[in-house]
T-cell receptor
Framework: NAGVMQNPRHLVRRRGQEARLRCSPM?????VYWYRQLPEEGLKFMVY????????ESGMPKERFSAEFPKEGPSILRIQQVVRGDSAAYFC????????????FGNGTRLTVT | GENVEQHPSTLSVQEGDSAVIKCTYSDSASNYFPWYKQELGKGPQLIID?????GEKKDQRIAVTLNKTAKHFSLHITETQPEDSAVYFCAAIQTGNQFYFGTGTSLTVIP
């Protein structure tokens, strides 16, 4: 009865490196959302995906950020050429579908860019 | 898009007292309103939710009320305990759309 699994829990990258954050949704969930949270701030929507489809990426920065949710395997949030401003907690959430199904969150990946 | 405002941003109560957190939303098409509790170092956890066809819902010490006309909904925690200390987020959603979260309320229950 595993919940939403995110790994790694903590990720340290130097400026200019790539960060790859992984999210395995709850069993039976086919919808994945990524959120970003800065210290003592709220949850900022980034992207909403279904299997093999990006449904809404209106919260994603235009450059350096991408997300995918392949047919097999976890959803991946990829940040290329990281900068210090990318340091934040990144949360993944999953749901059964779009019809007001509750979101279930993972415990996040805390990215630190040095 | 939807705009969700949440108040207060911080709240301190004595153990045993009640805590109330309020949210307003802008889009009358929103029809699902969950509340999440986030403890330090963890992801938000769903604690209660309400749909637009219901005015009030209660689960033990937690209750949520919804006023569709005024476009506001509130979280009520009675008989607060130290373990209720956390950050609480409200959200408003339209069918099929993304979740719009409030900015959070940091609740401290003083023993």
């Amino acid at each position: 009865n595993a919940g939403v699994m995110q790994n790694p829990r903590h990720l340290v990258r130097r400026r200019g490196q790539e960060a790859r954050l992984r999210c395995s949704p709850m069993k039976g969930h086919s919808h994945v959302y990524w959120y970003r949270q800065l210290p003592e701030e709220g949850l900022k929507f980034m992207v909403y995906l279904q299997k093999e489809n990006i449904i809404d990426e209106s919260g994603m920065p235009k450059e350096r950020f991408s997300a995918e949710f392949p047919k097999e395997g976890p959803s991946i949030l990829r940040i290329q050429q990281v900068v210090r401003g990318d340091s934040a907690a990144y949360f993944c959430a999953s749901s059964q579908g779009p019809n007001n199904s509750p979101l279930h969150f993972g415990n996040g990946t805390r990215l630190t860019v040095t | 898009g939807e705009n969700v405002e949440q108040h207060p941003s911080t709240l301190s109560v004595q153990e045993g007292d009640s805590a109330v957190i309020k949210c307003t939303y802008s889009d009358s098409a929103s029809n699902y309103f969950p509340w999440y509790k986030q403890e330090l170092g963890k992801g938000p956890q769903l604690i209660i939710d309400i749909r637009s066809n219901v005015g009030e819902k209660k689960d033990q010490r937690i209750a949520v009320t919804l006023n569709k006309t005024a476009k506001h909904f509130s979280l009520h925690i009675t008989e607060t305990q130290p373990e209720d200390s956390a950050v609480y987020f409200c959200a408003a959603i339209q069918t099929g759309n993304q979740f719009y979260f409030g900015t959070g309320t940091s609740l401290t229950v003083i023993p």
